[in-house]
């Protein structure tokens, strides 16, 4: 008897099914520069024109082992705006716009339900960072997934100026500090909280008091997108903007230093009003103080540094923009010689 692809575990109709399902989807992310986008082989996407001297920016990255909550939960239509924002929030770190996203979506046999709540969720997030889903790739590969689960992988393109590049060329002895809210725990460190969850015995859907929901709700809140934000803050700053920091796995302490120039010192002064999960976790881990900010972004999803004297035009503008917004720390000299560090207290 002659045997299929799909009898090796490959359903090309069901895929071709998937790709219906989410144009309407990506549709809606559809930007004046777009080209071509879901259904060839190849996305197509102008530079824009005023852009001067453009120079491309580009991004990619997962969401880590945050994929095993929604695989337990059965939650899938908030972890794809995850995997937008862990890629456009970096690629705007150096003041660039996003263009576009793709996707890769890879799964030992495609659930037709969950790609498209997920296909669903990226598109949302590309709405909300301003960008075009311009393709993907959606892979059913037998014998390499356990059973209902997947993973996931993004890259994202962005357009910026020369001229108008942010980084630590800019940053100056003096300059302000202004952390940016975020949602929760984003997208790192997703290892520890598990198992600080299965130490304590909880399972997601469990109410946990002290945080005010299930903890499945509560892990899978989704990373705040900061692309409006920051095109907000540039368009009201300009050159008093001087660099950004995507506060990622390593915390303020490990991310920080990558946009400080040689010698550079932050003192940085965590929030108090933070998501409530930062401080139950510590509690219920216990995880002390130095594996907490080396773990997790403590409630600060975005670091803005900025001219001294543009603190208050760079508070209104982010919170103008609908986000929550606070001063953070400030920038002194330390050893000329040394790496740039952070202080936190």
């Keep these: 008897m002659a045997v299929s692809y799909r009898d090796a575990g490959v359903d090309i109709d069901r895929g071709d099914e998937l790709i219906e399902r989410i144009k309407p989807h990506a549709q809606r992310t559809t930007t004046r520069h777009v080209l071509q986008g879901i259904g060839g082989f190849a996305g197509l996407c102008n530079i824009p024109s005023d852009v001067v001297d453009p120079v491309l920016v580009s991004g990619t990255d997962g969401v880590g082992t945050k994929l095993k909550v929604a695989f337990a939960t059965g939650r899938h239509d908030t972890i794809g705006q995850d995997l937008v924002a862990m890629c456009v929030n970096d690629v705007v770190t150096t003041g660039a716009q996003p263009l576009f996203f793709l996707d890769y979506f890879g799964c030992g046999k ?19 960072a301003e960008c075009a889903l311009l393709g993907g790739e959606t892979a059913e590969l037998p014998g390499m997934y356990a059973d209902g689960e997947y993973d996931l992988a993004g890259f994202s393109v962005g ?14 002895l ?29 399972k997601f859907e469990d109410y946990v008091p002290e945080l005010g929901a299930t903890l499945g709700d509560v892990y899978l ?6 692309v409006k934000a920051v095109k907000a803050l540039l368009a009201q700053l300009g050159p008093s903007a001087h660099a950004l920091c995507h506060v990622t796995g390593g915390g303020i302490v490990g991310n920080l230093p990558r946009i400080l120039p040689k010698g550079m010192v932050a003192h940085v002064k965590l929030p108090h009003e933070r998501p409530p999960v930062f401080d139950w976790l510590a509690r219920t881990g216990p995880i002390d103080a130095g594996e907490m900010a080396r773990t997790f972004n403590g409630g600060v999803g975005l670091i803005c540094v900025v001219e001294r004297g543009s603190r208050a035009q760079a508070l209104r503008a982010l919170e103008d923009a609908g986000e929550r917004a606070f001063e953070l720390g400030e920038l002194s000299a330390g050893d000329p010689l040394g790496p740039a560090y952070v202080e936190l207290s």
């Excluded at 809140?221 to 900061?226: A, F, G, L, Q």
């Design 110 to 128: 495609l659930d037709l339900g969950v790609a498209e709540a997920v296909i669903a969720s990226i598109a949302r997030g590309c709405e909300l």
């Design 159 to 172: 357009v910026v100026a020369r001229s108008q590049i942010l980084g630590p060329t800019r940053v100056a």
């Design 174 to 202: 003096g300059d302000a500090l202004i952390g940016v809210a975020a949602s929760g725990l984003h997208s790192n460190g997703y290892s520890l909280a598990r198992t600080v969850a299965e130490r304590a015995g909880l």
């Design 221 to 226: 809140t989704p990373t705040r997108i900061y």
